[in-house]
């Protein structure tokens, strides 16, 4: 059984830091490439950064600079940093996996984000 279970978010004030982790279980997740996407009320999900079996990164323009996304392979687990956060980094965080040769993704439950002071 494929399970990605996020944890790390909260509330947090403006400029402050979060680390996120998604723990993965049932892959083989050194071949996934992974990513954390977020939602906010009203919005699309929309991707933040993305990191790929060889360590490649991306990450939305609105985040770089603030946002590191990593990974442990032996861990089987992939990390956001995110610092300098603001208020309209509120969302619901949620982290993906890309099966490999396929179109399909899994997804984790989600993990909320507020940035209020």
């Known amino acids: 059984q494929v399970q990605l279970v996020e944890s790390g978010g909260g509330l947090v004030q403006p400029g402050g830091s979060l680390r996120l982790s998604c723990a993965a279980s049932g892959i083989v997740f050194r071949l996934y490439p992974m990513g954390w996407y977020r939602q906010a009320p009203g919005k699309q999900r929309e991707l933040v950064a993305s990191i790929t079996s060889g360590g490649s990164t991306n990450y939305a323009d609105s985040v770089k600079g603030r946002f590191t996304i990593s990974r442990d392979n032996a861990q089987k687990t992939v990390y956001l940093q995110m610092n300098s956060l603001k208020p309209e980094d509120t969302a619901v965080y949620y982290c993906?996996?890309?099966?490999?040769?396929?179109?399909?993704?899994?997804w984790g439950q989600g993990t909320q984000v507020t940035v209020s002071s």
């Open positions: 993906n996996g890309k099966i490999p040769g396929t179109g399909y993704d899994y």
